[in-house]
Nanobody, 124 residues
Framework: QVQLVESGGGLVQAGGSLRLSCAAS????????MGWFRQAPGKEREFVAAISGFGLTTYYADSVKGRFTISRDNAKNTLYLQMNTLKPEDTAVYYCAARSRGAINTSPNEYDYWGQGTQVTVSS
């Protein structure tokens, strides 16, 4: 099992940047593919980015490609999401998730463990 705790959310103006962190418990962090998802009020949870266990493979939603960067530090059991050039439509609760089976995936149903979420609000 793994427990996930997100941090780093907040209020930022459009065009600004934030870096989210996700601290994971346990000794086998590198065995999990990790993902970031977000959910805005009244909308379904959507995929943002994912990274393989050793960070060799990453994948992004088209809406964030070129603006967001996912990374991980397995020595620190931590996942990151660097968000640049933020837009008001990026406003949502951001969740990190861990997948114990196989490669990265864009479906939230394929992830086994979830953090509690961190709010990101981008003002125009």
């Amino acid at each position: 099992q793994v427990q996930l705790v997100e941090s780093g959310g907040g209020l930022v103006q459009a065009g600004g940047s934030l870096r989210l962190s996700c601290a994971a418990s346990g000794r086998t962090f590198s065995s999990y593919a990790m993902g970031w998802f977000r959910q805005a009020p009244g909308k379904e949870r959507e995929f943002v980015a994912a990274i393989s266990g050793f960070g060799l493979t990453t994948y992004y939603a088209d809406s964030v490609k070129g603006r967001f960067t996912i990374s991980r530090d397995n020595a620190k059991n931590t996942l990151y999401l660097q968000m640049n050039t933020l837009k008001p439509e990026d406003t949502a609760v951001y969740y990190c998730a861990a997948r114990s089976r196989g490669a990265i995936n864009t479906s939230p149903n394929e992830y086994d463990y979830w953090g509690q979420g961190t709010q990101v609000t981008v003002s125009s």
